[in-house]
């Protein structure tokens, strides 16, 4: 079975550009998550998919972060423009759903290193 | 939210027990406890979850407090490629949608 998808694995930009990262999750994976990994902390979620329905993004700064999930299968998530504190790895995750509840595993991509010079 | 505590650190020697604890004082009902970890530059994987008993799999063990405020992952015997980050996070079964939130979690060093 093949794992979730990310890319690019490594990006430096400087402050105030764009970025964009793309996240392919496992064939039928309904939930899909993106996480902010900044060095030395546990994964931050920012914001969880239901198919292409986000239902919780209140960790997300929408003043400059963005995110979708166009056809319920691969999620771009967007930074524009990019500020210093944004160097983080960015990390993508999918799950399947059971009825109504979360499943019992997530399962993480590799992620994408963001640097802001 | 519920959240977890973690020591920062622990080391073990190759081929020992290792016992991670995890206290989670402010559980309820419908948290289930969830272990990952992650390896350098890689992304989290599962290790292992439980609800109130305690659970076996391949790649450890989970030992849950009675009163479910503490547990404890155990990697039987540690080899190098078990040096990771471990995190201890509650996932509420009871909800639509997760509500993840990962500490720091436990930095294990495995010395040959």
């Known amino acids: 079975e093949a794992g979730v998808a990310q890319s690019p694995r490594y990006k430096i930009i400087e402050k105030r550009q764009s970025v964009a990262f793309w996240c392919n999750p496992i064939?039928?994976?309904?939930?899909l998550y993106w996480y902010q990994q900044i060095l030395g902390q546990g994964p931050k979620l920012l914001i969880q998919?239901?198919?292409?329905?986000?239902?919780?993004d209140s960790q997300l700064p929408k003043d400059r972060f963005s995110a979708e999930r166009l056809k319920g299968v691969d999620s771009t998530l967007k930074i524009q423009p990019a500020k210093l504190e944004d160097s983080a790895v960015y990390l993508c995750?999918?799950?399947?759903?059971?009825?109504?509840?979360?499943?019992?595993?997530?399962?993480f991509g590799p992620g994408t290193r963001l640097t802001v010079l | 939210d519920a959240k977890t505590t973690q020591p920062n650190s622990m080391e073990s020697n190759e081929e020992e027990p290792v016992h991670l604890p995890c206290n989670h004082s402010?559980?309820?009902?419908?948290?289930?406890i969830h272990w990952y970890r992650q390896l350098p530059s890689q992304g989290p994987e599962y290790v292992i979850h439980?609800?109130?008993s305690n659970v076996n799999n391949r790649m450890a063990s989970l030992a849950i407090a009675e009163d479910r405020k503490s547990s404890t992952l155990i990697l039987h015997r540690a080899t190098l490629r078990d040096a990771a980050v471990y995190y201890c996070?509650?996932?509420?079964?009871?909800?639509?949608?997760?509500?993840?939130?990962f500490g720091p979690g436990t930095s294990l060093s495995v010395i040959p």
């Open positions: 995750a999918s799950s399947l759903r059971v009825g109504d509840r979360v499943a019992d595993t997530q399962y």
């Open positions: 064939s039928g994976h309904a939930t």
């Open positions: 998919f239901q198919n292409n329905g986000v239902v919780d």
């Open positions: 402010t559980i309820s009902g419908t948290d289930y």
């Open positions: 439980g609800l109130t």
């Open positions: 996070i509650l996932r509420d079964y009871g909800t639509s949608y997760d509500k993840v939130i």
